[in-house]
């Protein structure tokens, strides 16, 4: 059970760090166009969709990303909780 509380943590980190970049590369033209652009739209906009519906944009900043993150991140505190039931 410690190795796939172990695995369950290291996806959801690689995939708040795949977010991250994926929101560092809107700072850059065209990065988004490149093929580890679209690779990362692949991944992460599913998730960060929801959010854009639910909150607008503030004037050029996009905080649904940031709200996004905090989400998946206490939802990581939630299944540490979860897991901690099972041991």
Not at 42 to 57: G, H, S, T
Not at 78 to 87: E, I, T
Request: proline share 6%; glycine share 4%; net charge positive.
């Amino acid at each position: 059970m410690v190795l796939f509380e172990r695995l369950v943590f290291q996806l959801v980190n690689l995939y708040q760090i795949a977010i991250v970049i994926y929101i560092l590369m809107s700072w850059f033209p065209g990065s988004r166009d490149s093929s580890i652009g679209r690779l990362l739209a692949n991944i992460v906009e599913p998730y960060l969709e929801p959010f854009r519906k639910i909150i607008p944009p503030i004037g050029m900043l996009d905080v649904s990303a940031l709200v996004a993150l905090i989400t998946l991140r206490l939802a990581t505190q939630g299944l540490a909780v979860l897991f901690s039931f099972f041991r």
